[in-house]
């Protein structure tokens, strides 16, 4: 069992480790508008990917210099209501009231686009979406910066 140092300690790491991948991730996307780059892509699967978009965008007031893309997860949806909640979310994270482009994430063959326009559900292809950055996640959302 961990004492009570060692979490706070841990906790410091991870606060760390976010606030250094931010900071890279804003360099990044800063230069690449610098150099002409107006297209940006997430999803809402990506993890902390919306929130770290719409932080960096808005901190810097360059929303209106990109167009914004991000994917609904509809293979996670189970009614229209869901989707609508899903956007919401998604508007929250990227910081904004709108994107310009609003894709289906993981349709991967004619039969799941005849699936979803029958309104049923899809199961898409198992990924492995890796857990490197969870505490950083988790750090993330819930100190805003």
């Known amino acids: 069992m961990k004492t009570i140092t060692e979490m706070k300690a841990r906790r410091e790491d991870c606060r760390l480790r976010a606030v250094a991948i931010i900071e890279k991730a804003e360099k ?7 150099m002409g780059v107006n297209y940006l892509d997430t999803a809402y699967i990506y993890p902390g990917s919306e929130e770290c978009l719409g932080k960096i965008l808005k901190n810097n007031n360059v929303r209106e210099k990109v167009s914004i893309a991000t994917k609904l997860p509809q293979y996670l949806m189970r009614n229209p209501e869901a ?5 919401q979310e998604e508007l929250k994270r990227v910081q904004t009231d709108y994107v310009d482009y609003y894709l289906m994430h993981l349709i991967t063959d004619v039969a799941a686009w005849e699936k979803l326009q029958n309104g049923e559900d899809i199961i ?3 990924y492995d979406f890796g857990t490197e950055f ?12």
């Open 28 to 34: 990044e996307v800063l230069r690449a508008i610098e």
């Open 83 to 87: 989707i609508e909640k899903t956007f």
């Open 124 to 126: 898409p292809p198992k």
């Open 134 to 145: 969870e505490d950083e996640l988790e750090y993330i959302r819930e100190n805003p910066i």
